[in-house]
């Protein structure tokens, strides 16, 4: 599992140093592979920081592998890292819990994926009660007081699937579509960025849903098998969130691999086994453990100098594999 991980992790790092990380930190001896910020000598004593995120499909897998990374890493540097699993079931209400739970805990610091609106309150209140936050991986439309976010820009990228979707079914035909929340703004970007470029640039696809999967495989694969029992002409599902390895497989036991194509985010082995049997078409990477390892050195480093990052937002662009690369 962390060979998959690391490998596309590594795809990451060019463009991650260039936008905020030093080049020499990011190959420093004592960094992980996939890591790219260097952590300042500890002059503050003991620190404290809470590290929370979801737990509800194999794509956290990388974020907590980021996260314990960061923890022994800091581990010598007189700091604890704890990771809180916020459940598997994603609500704004389970991020401000967590925050709010943080800051009435002692933490120093906080790094978290809000993903929803509304979080935004709890960063603020957290921040003018003198905990800072930083976010990775998705947050809300409101910017919050946070230090920094970490994290692709999700229309992009949605945008970026969109282009690859129209080349590949010739702009004609049926697209299945399948989110994850229809709350979670990350997931309505992914979805609206892709459906957007393919309305505008090939007007005959026919989208067929959007359905809402939950980040579940299992749901996914039982609305794929609907979607084909309705409209056996589908050409290609995109699965904007977590579980797409739950369409690939639908796709496999319907007996479709090379007929049907299924396109989704994250280099994870789950998904990357479909990848290689043909249900899979193409993924698109947001470097989980570098996000995760980079924004709670960050936050670190900033608990310690008391220097915000250069930049409010760092970008990560993501590496697209495909079936033929």
């Known amino acids: ?128 009660a003198g905990v800072p936050v930083l976010n990775i991986i998705a947050e809300g439309n409101v910017e919050s007081d946070r230090i920094q976010f970490i994290g692709q820009n999700a229309k992009a990228a949605g945008r970026q699937i969109g282009e690859f979707i129209g080349e590949r079914m010739g702009c004609e035909g049926k697209l299945g579509v399948i989110t994850g929340y229809f709350g979670a703004v990350q997931h309505n970007d992914r979805m609206t960025g892709a459906t957007e470029y393919l309305a505008e640039a090939c007007p005959n696809i026919e989208i067929v849903g959007p359905f809402e999967n939950q980040d579940k495989a299992e749901l996914a694969y039982s609305q794929v098998q609907d979607m084909m029992t309705a409209n056996p002409d589908l050409k290609m599902v995109y699965v904007t969130a977590g579980g797409p390895f739950g369409a690939a497989r639908a796709v496999q036991d319907l007996g479709l691999t ?27 990477d947001q470097a989980p453990f570098t996000q995760a390892f980079d924004g709670t050195v960050t936050l670190y480093n900033y608990l310690v ?9 760092r970008p990560v662009e993501g590496n697209l594999l495909t079936s033929t690369n």
């Not at 100098?305 to 937002?313: H, L, R, Y």
């Open 305 to 313: 100098t008391g220097e915000a990052p250069s930049e409010k937002v």
């Open 258 to 284: 090379g007929k049907v194509g299924v396109v989704g985010f994250d280099h994870t082995p789950d998904n990357m086994a479909y990848l290689e049997s043909g249900e899979m078409v193409g993924l698109l």
């Open 1 to 128: 599992m962390m060979n998959w991980t690391r490998r596309n992790v590594a795809s990451g790092l060019a463009v991650l140093a260039a936008l905020g990380a030093a080049a020499p930190a990011a190959f420093a001896q004592d960094l992980p592979e996939g890591a790219t910020v260097q952590a300042v000598e500890n002059t503050k004593g003991p620190l404290r920081i809470a590290f929370m995120a979801f737990q509800n499909n194999p794509f956290w897998i990388p974020v907590t592998e980021g996260a314990n990374a960061a923890k022994d890493y800091l581990g010598g540097r007189d700091v604890t890292v704890d990771y809180i699993d916020l459940g598997d079931a994603l609500t704004p209400e389970a991020v401000v819990a967590g925050i709010e739970s943080a800051v009435a805990q002692g933490y120093n610091g906080i790094v978290t994926v809000p993903i929803f609106d509304g979080t935004e309150r709890a960063i603020n209140e957290a921040v003018a």
